[in-house]
């Protein structure tokens, strides 16, 4: 936990001192020593390879402030170049950070020219902030601001319209987990996004893929799908949620044959496989360690704990530990084991 904890620290003050060397925030927020001015000083007639130069509209935001740690030049590059601001997103470990001016600074790297905004789980952000940064931003194309609770549905409903009266150019919009979306205002949002460009119904009807659970859920900002808007109606439940698709072969053929959607729903409403994605009945169902879901068949291949015989999702599997014992390689412990068991024997021995 101490190391953890020390890890943090570090995280935080790397982030700190890429924000103020970058002018994202004031002075008076953060501190340079002079022992890391002089050694600034050292570097500028060590100049990198120009092949970083290239990379650099390619590197997560977090990665482009750590980049601008590396030497004045890079740091020049990263605050004065405007393409690697040209798509924005904000993910841990920045998201619990970035409060409302943080992001009009940030975004004003972009010169207007911003197309690409992700806010995934920024809870600092509020309807005024992403209203100044979309009045300055009329371009942007892709509004991705899933789980930023301080967000109403009010203010995004504003920004939606904003942008929709610049040449109509929204045509991504994700408010997965904002509180108190109604029909009213999905419907609204709806119909000020940009329409997907025509297509032949048969070839649309073959291409269109299916929302699986799964897929979202491992990488909810590279998924392709075919929507303007990431939540819908909830055929079972009638509420504005993610609705996704099974993925189970059996069920698309009962569906075809008959014109249901019995395993189409929300998550709530239709438990679903952390691995697979497929819908998972009552007495098919198995917990993971990390207390996800599984269907018997993702439980069975996946390896077991030494002393529960519970296993983790695939991405849950860092919180393994290794046996206690010299020379155990086999098998793993879970960190609730490890704590009932493997801890308190340490402790009692002490």
Avoid at 22 to 48: A, C, G, L, T
Avoid at 89 to 103: A, F, W, Y
Avoid at 138 to 151: E, M
Avoid at 165 to 175: A, M, R
Wanted: proline share 5%; hydrophobic share 30%.
């Amino acid at each position: 936990m101490e190391n953890s904890d020390t890890d943090e620290k570090r995280e935080h003050e790397a982030i700190q001192n890429s924000m103020q060397n970058m002018s994202i925030i004031s002075s008076s927020d953060s501190h340079i020593s002079s022992d890391h001015h002089d050694k600034q000083i050292r570097e500028v007639e060590q100049q990198p390879h120009e092949a970083l130069f290239l990379v650099l509209a390619y590197l997560p935001l977090y990665e482009l402030l750590v980049m601008s740690e590396v030497c004045m030049a890079l740091r020049e590059a990263v605050s004065k170049d405007v393409l690697p601001w040209l798509n924005i997103i904000v993910q841990k470990p920045l998201s619990s950070r970035v409060s409302d001016e943080i992001l009009m600074k940030i975004t004003s790297k972009s010169n207007g020219r911003l197309t690409t905004l992700a806010l995934i789980r920024c809870v600092q952000i509020t309807d005024d902030g992403l209203r100044r940064v979309i009045q300055k931003n009329p371009f942007i194309d892709k509004l991705l601001i899933p789980g930023c609770t301080s967000l109403t549905p009010e203010g995004i409903t504003r920004a939606v319209e904003t942008l929709s009266q610049q040449n109509h150019t929204l045509k991504t919009l994700h408010i997965n987990g904002i509180y108190n979306i109604s029909k009213h205002h999905l419907e609204t949002l709806e119909s000020r996004l940009k329409p997907n460009p025509p297509m032949h119904e048969n070839h649309q009807q073959n291409q269109k893929r299916p929302f699986l659970y799964h897929q979202y859920r491992n990488s909810p900002l590279n998924k392709e799908v075919d929507r303007n808007i990431d939540v819908e109606i909830c055929p079972r439940c009638d509420e504005v949620r993610l609705v996704y698709d099974c993925s189970r072969a059996v069920c698309k053929r009962i569906r075809k044959a008959s014109f249901r959607a019995d395993c189409r729903g929300c998550d709530i409403c239709i438990p679903r496989c952390v691995e697979c994605g497929g819908c998972v009945e009552s007495e098919d169902m198995e917990l993971a360690v990390c207390f996800d879901v599984l269907c018997s068949d993702c439980w069975l291949l996946l390896p077991k704990c030494n002393f529960c015989n519970r296993p983790y999702c695939k991405q849950h599997t860092n919180l393994q530990s290794s046996p206690p014992g010299p020379g155990s390689t086999s098998g793993f412990v879970c960190d609730v084991c490890h704590a009932k068991f493997i801890r308190n024997v340490y402790s009692d021995d002490e």
